[in-house]
């Protein structure tokens, strides 16, 4: 799901050269990558100029050539049906990356919902997933997207927690509940939240319960 956008960017065309549903409902679109960015940022979108833009987390690495985000659709947005349908070779509007929900090398907890697990796609694939715990929650199984690179890359750092199925490969319940059951959580790391405003607001409140500083949480939400 997009962010909402706060303020209005330039927007520059861009070509779409990939599309992906990668699940049902749920895509990646890949354009041209016009401008460098931190892995962790966003850009703003839109189908036309002159349409209002919204705000999509960066789901690709900061060294490919292209530039990715991910989303699924909202049947009564004004963007993400007729994004969905885009095809290769379209042009869409795209401003210059920015945000503050920048990756580091430094050792972090990755904490993420649904399609807020798009920035730390980004940060995956910039090689910043060293020193790393991904907490990754969904319904289904199927909505734990880009799975297979992060099980490839953290392995026993990357926990998923399902609510609605189980399986061998997932802790069935949610990612808060792990945590309300964590005895001891470093309070001088940083721990980076994505995803919905319900899970942001009730991971931050767990984690400052258990002594972490606000400063070292870091939040993006999605609406």
């Not at 706060?6 to 520059?12: A, S």
């Not at 095809?87 to 945000?99: A, H, K, L, W």
């Not at 199925?165 to 949610?174: A, C, K, L, T």
Request: aromatic share 12%; proline share 5%; hydrophobic share 40%.
């Amino acid at each position: 799901m997009p962010h909402t956008q706060r303020k209005k960017k330039n927007l520059y065309p861009s070509l779409v050269l990939g599309k992906k549903e990668i699940a049902d409902g749920v895509f990646t679109i890949e354009t041209e990558k016009k401008f460098s960015f931190i892995p962790g940022q966003v850009i703003a979108l839109a189908l036309n100029p002159e349409d209002e833009p919204r705000l999509y987390s960066i789901a690709s690495g900061n060294e490919g050539k292209t530039l990715r985000i991910l989303f699924d659709i909202n049947p009564e947005g004004q963007l993400t049906p007729a994004l969905s349908k885009c095809r290769i070779g379209d042009t869409v509007f795209v401003s210059e990356p920015f945000g503050k929900f920048i990756g580091t090398q430094e050792q972090a907890f990755w904490i993420a919902t649904g399609t807020g697990i798009a920035p730390f796609i980004s940060m995956l694939e910039s090689g910043l997933a060293i020193n790393k715990t991904l907490l990754h929650g969904a319904r289904y199984i199927s909505q734990f997207y880009f799975a297979d690179k992060f099980e490839e890359a953290m392995h026993k750092n990357y926990l998923r927690f399902c609510t609605a199925e189980e399986n061998n490969m997932v802790i069935h319940g949610r990612l808060t509940d792990y945590l309300k059951k964590q005895e001891t959580l470093s309070p001088k790391i940083k721990y980076y939240l994505c995803g919905s405003a319900e899970m942001v607001v009730e991971v931050r409140d767990i984690l400052i319960n258990k002594g972490i500083p606000f400063n070292n949480i870091v939040a993006e939400i999605y609406f």
